[in-house]
């Protein structure tokens, strides 16, 4: 399923596969957004480019993007929280 992201560091809107966290072109966090995939490509490019532009302004985008819910039960976080839970070696002195 394709989902739409802001990349703040780029200035860009990407349509991506699935609820990617960084972006693809500078590896930054990116912003999933509420506008949907089939909503984004009817708009005309005025249209993008307003919405672009709206996107850059960090109350607009908040207003604009989403949290998505079921990220506990993904992949990449079960990953993360599994390495997060790594024992540390000791350092001993």
């Not at 992201?5 to 699935?18: I, S, T």
């Not at 909503?39 to 307003?50: F, K, L, P, S």
């Amino acid at each position: 399923m394709m989902y739409m992201h802001y990349c703040k560091r780029c200035h860009r809107v990407y349509m991506l596969n699935g609820h990617k966290q960084t972006c693809p072109k500078c590896r930054d966090a990116i912003t999933e957004l509420k506008l949907s995939y089939m909503d984004y490509v009817t708009m005309n490019r005025e249209a993008r480019i307003q919405f672009t532009n709206c996107c850059s302004d960090e109350e607009q985008l908040q207003k604009l993007s989403t949290t998505y819910r079921m990220y506990k039960y993904s992949k990449w976080y079960k990953d993360l929280q599994s390495q997060q839970q790594l024992p540390q070696p000791a350092i001993i002195a």
